[in-house]
Nanobody, 125 residues
């Protein structure tokens, strides 16, 4: 059974940092583009970042570029999102997702096939 489990969310003050993890089981992440998405109450799901299957290419939403860094660890079969300089508007449930159709990055969640259950990130004083 293919599973993605996010962790690392929590409450952090504005300007703080947080690292999210997405651990995969039942399959190997190698060969797939993987992305982070988020959804806040009353808002559409937003693509945050994506990393290519070989880790050489990345995409970031304009709202997080320069503050967030996506990475993947082959040995740990895990995806990470390092979030720095967090803002209240970053508050959302964060999901990781795997694209199986094509090994290319996208911030369009409709082309991703497998999703984790999400982890809550709250940025507030």
């Amino acid at each position: 059974q293919l599973q993605l489990v996010e962790s690392g969310g929590g409450l952090v003050q504005p300007g703080g940092s947080l690292r999210l993890s997405c651990a995969a089981s039942g399959f190997t992440l190698d060969g797939y583009a993987i992305g982070w998405f988020r959804q806040a109450p009353g808002k559409e799901r937003e693509g945050v970042s994506c990393i290519t299957r070989n880790g050489a290419g990345t995409e970031y939403a304009h709202s997080v570029e320069g503050r967030f860094t996506i990475s993947r660890d082959k040995a740990k079969n895990t995806l990470y999102l390092q979030m720095n300089s967090l803002k209240p508007e970053d508050t959302a449930v964060y999901y990781c997702a795997v694209r199986t159709g094509f090994p290319y990055c996208s911030l369009d969640g409709t082309v991703f096939d497998y999703w984790g259950q999400g982890t809550q990130v709250t940025v507030a004083s």
